[in-house]
Nanobody, 124 residues
Framework: QVQLVESGGGLVQAGGSLRLSCAAS????????MAWFRQAPGKEREFVAA????????YIADSVKGRFTISRDNAKNTVYLQMNSLKPEDTAIYYC?????????????????WGQGTQVTVSS
């Protein structure tokens, strides 16, 4: 089992920045691929970004490419989502997800473990 706890959400003006963190505990988090998803009110959950267990590759959704960056620090069992140039349409609950590393990795999922989410609100 892996427990995931997100933090760093909040209210920010358009054009601003936030950095989300996802702290993993339980089994060795470095053995897991990690990802961020988001869900806005009335919309389906959307893939945002993913990173391989060793950080060798990252995957970013087109909707946030050039503005968001995913990274990880396995020594701290933490994954980050740096969000710059935020827009009102980025407003959503952001979820961290984990999938045990194996032979194949599909960045958009499925994932085995999920955090409780952190709210990001971007005002215009």
């Amino acid at each position: 089992q892996v427990q995931l706890v997100e933090s760093g959400g909040g209210l920010v003006q358009a054009g601003g920045s936030l950095r989300l963190s996802c702290a993993a505990s339980g089994r060795t988090a470095s053995n897991y691929h990690m990802a961020w998803f988001r869900q806005a009110p009335g919309k389906e959950r959307e893939f945002v970004a993913a990173i391989r267990w060793n950080g060798a590759s990252t995957y970013i959704a087109d909707s946030v490419k050039g503005r968001f960056t995913i990274s990880r620090d396995n020594a701290k069992n933490t994954v980050y989502l740096q969000m710059n140039s935020l827009k009102p349409e980025d407003t959503a609950i952001y979820y961290c997800a984990a999938k045990q590393a194996g032979l194949a990795f599909i960045p958009r999922g499925p994932y085995d473990y999920w955090g409780q989410g952190t709210q990001v609100t971007v005002s215009s």
